[in-house]
């Protein structure tokens, strides 16, 4: 079943800002929560629905990936939908301690690490460099471990505390009714230590922005809209996280002579009329140089030849595509006299 539209699901419009989505968000969660709707799926599924779409649509990179390529786009970079009720919480707890008071209701752990976020990077190539592969250097502005505190974020010469609230759990229990639950702790947030002389390079986050230079290697075949995934070349990790993955976007650039369908490559070759209607032996443009073609007696415009083999490598496998050639009649346009008086002469023997 095809996924609702992000924009409906919240009920916003696509020029929403921030404050309206979150604030709608807020609205659905409070109405459609499970602990508010027991043994209600219908509930629990827009529960579901409202809060995926938020994900999306509070990530200002997922939005603009989702805007331009919608769900086939968000499938591109790994995103899966729904992550789980844990998740969701621990991502957007603040939400719920604003609709519930003290957190969400149900318990979990927010873990002291966090995972970098991942990087899109946008290439243009030529046509070539796509057909056969390159390698290239490119330079990624991310955040990394700060080289003054190694990623602490404390000044250096200190360390962190260990929270007085929560005792290094990172999580405090709180009682409403019959229910206790733990919530992630408001002093620390959830990191189970607290910085009391923050770093000045890092300002305390324990990452500085840094312009790193990754090699790509772009393989053969690869056409516009073609992805590539640089694990662990995304922005690093918080307090020991795994870093994120940069996703690198191809755009090759037209060429001249060639385009391009799949595999096969379209190309159009002008000839004379006297090569047309006698034949000819003649030199063609293919991606490896130049190759023979013969062109047989009474070739009209628009004929088609194919030189097998001659086109794009197959990205994922062994071979390639075809040269398709289109041949363009040239017709005379500026004739002298004795031009003319033979064509005359043609036309008359012809019946003309």
Known sequence: MSKRCYYECLRVSRSATEEEIKKNYRKLAMQYHPDRNPGDKEAEEKFKEAAEAYEVLSDREKREIYDHYGHEGLNGIGFRGFSGFDDIFTSFGDIFEDIFGFGSGRSRTRAAQRSGADLRYDIKISFMDAAFGTSTDIEVAKAEKCGECHGSGAAPGTSPETCSQCRGRGQVTQSSGFFTISTTCPQCRGQGRVITKPCMKCRGTGRSRVTKTVQLKIPAGVESGSRLRLRGEGEEGEFGGPSGDLYVFIHVEPHEFFARKDNNIFCQLPISFVQATLGATVE??????????????????????????KGIPHLKGFGRGDQVIETVVKIPTDLNRKQEALLKEFAKLSGE
């Open 284 to 309: 063609v443009m293919t991606l490896n140089g130049t190759e023979t073609l013969k062109i047989p007696k009474g070739t009209q415009s628009g004929s088609i030849f194919r030189l097998k083999g």
